[in-house]
């Protein structure tokens, strides 16, 4: 499985990745492709998205932790580690 979530694809990026995923809420996208398309479409976040665009990849693993997750350029949510799990910190708003 491979998820994508982005601050703001650029248009051509977005309707290529419309090919491969459903997009259940604007700039998040999710698919069950298979490992080497999700390769390919990896690669080709990383050429054609800038750094602007904010993009963080989950994808499934066969080893532990089952994931991997990767960003390009700064995202809305900070990402860390604990223990080699890579996590992401969601902030809890009041109200």
């Given amino acids: 499985m491979l998820v994508v979530v ?3 694809l650029p248009p051509a990026v977005r309707g290529r990745m419309k ?3 459903t997009e259940p809420r604007p700039n998040v ?3 069950g492709i298979k490992d080497s398309v999700a ?3 990896v690669s080709y976040l990383y050429k ?4 602007e665009a904010g993009v ?4 499934s693993l066969n ?4 994931f991997e997750l990767t960003s390009i350029g700064p995202t809305r949510k900070v990402q860390t580690q604990i223990c080699d799990l890579p996590l992401v910190i969601e902030t809890r708003q009041n109200g």
């Avoid at 054609?48 to 750094?51: A, F, I, R, S, Y």
């Avoid at 963080?56 to 994808?59: K, T, Y």
């Avoid at 080893?63 to 089952?66: A, D, I, K, L, Y």
Wanted: with cysteine; proline share 12%; hydrophobic share 40%.
């Fill in 19 to 21: 090919l491969w995923f």
């Fill in 56 to 59: 963080m990849i989950f994808r």
């Fill in 63 to 66: 080893r532990t932790p089952g």
């Fill in 6 to 8: 982005a601050n703001d």
């Fill in 48 to 51: 054609h998205c800038p750094p």
């Fill in 29 to 31: 996208f999710v698919s």
């Fill in 39 to 41: 390769e390919t479409v």
